[in-house]
């Protein structure tokens, strides 16, 4: 049931940035989605660890036109450009305001 409306969700996506269907790559949704669920599994909501507080968004495609990164969001499962700033290591779904960290191959260390 659950595996089936992720199926729903993963055909319809569209790149939230040019809204082409190619953009997203399909098998890193499916794979993130997998994962994530055993992230809230075991997620601490009061931990002072950033990453155990909070789920890290999914890296699930370049737009193929700006090439800009592509980004989802694991509450509303809905794809969004990546809109990091330096030096943080959150943000915010521009969609459903949960905050999310952003994936390590992003930030930057002094
Ligand atoms: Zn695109
Ligand atoms: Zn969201």
């Known amino acids: 049931m659950e595996n089936e409306a992720y199926k729903e969700i993963i055909e319809n996506m569209k790149c939230p940035i040019c809204g082409g269907g190619d953009c997203i790559k399909k ?6 989605l997998n994962m994530i669920k ?7 909501k009061d931990s002072d660890i950033t990453y155990r ?3 890290t968004v999914g890296e699930i495609g370049e ?3 700006t090439f800009k990164r592509i980004w ?3 509450y509303c499962k809905k794809p969004f450009e990546s809109n990091y700033e330096l030096g ?3 943000v915010k779904c ?8 952003i ?3 992003n930030r930057t260390f002094c």
């Open 88 to 90: 943080k290591v959150v």
């Open 94 to 101: 521009p969609h459903c305001d949960e905050t999310l960290c």
């Open 63 to 65: 737009c193929k036109k």
């Open 38 to 44: 055993m992230f809230f599994k075991y997620q601490d």
């Open 72 to 74: 989802l969001c694991p």
């Open 103 to 105: 994936p390590v191959s």
């Open 27 to 32: 098998s890193a949704v499916e794979l993130y």
């Open 53 to 55: 507080k909070y789920p």
